[in-house]
């Protein structure tokens, strides 16, 4: 099993920039694929961006592409999510997110089996 945290969520005004971090427990990190995905008030939870667990590919959300990239660091067992030209429209609580074992990267939250706790940001005008 998986245990994530995520981190670096913040208040921001927009068109600026924050680095999110996700940190893994266990020794399987580098063998799932990682996501993240963002939920705003009264909104269904939303697909952002996702890596593979051989960090060949990565997939990324029309709304975010350009502006956000995903990375993952397998040694530290963390993945990033790199946001810059914030708009207020990515305000959200931002979720981590984890396949089980061997699993590929997909766009739909049922993909994913763990999960983090959010992190707020908030993109002011």
């Known amino acids: 099993q998986v245990q994530l945290v995520e981190s670096g969520g913040g208040l921001v005004q927009a068109g600026g920039s924050l680095r999110l971090s996700c940190a893994a427990s266990?020794?399987?990190?580098?063998?799932?694929?990682m996501a993240w995905f963002r939920q705003a008030p009264g909104k269904e939870r939303e697909f952002v961006a996702a890596?593979?667990?051989?960090?060949?590919?990565?997939y990324y959300a029309d709304s975010v592409k350009g502006r956000f990239t995903i990375s993952r660091d397998n040694a530290r067992n963390t993945v990033y999510l790199q946001m810059n030209s914030l708009k207020p429209e990515d305000t959200a609580v931002y979720y981590c997110?984890?396949?089980?074992?061997?699993?590929?990267?997909?766009?739909?939250?049922?993909?994913?089996?763990?999960w983090g706790q959010g992190t707020q940001v908030t993109v002011s005008s």
């Open positions: 890596v593979s667990r051989s960090d060949v590919s990565r």
């Open positions: 266990g020794r399987t990190f580098s063998t799932s694929a």
């Open positions: 997110a984890a396949t089980r074992p061997l699993r590929g990267a997909t766009m739909t939250s049922g993909g994913y089996d763990y």
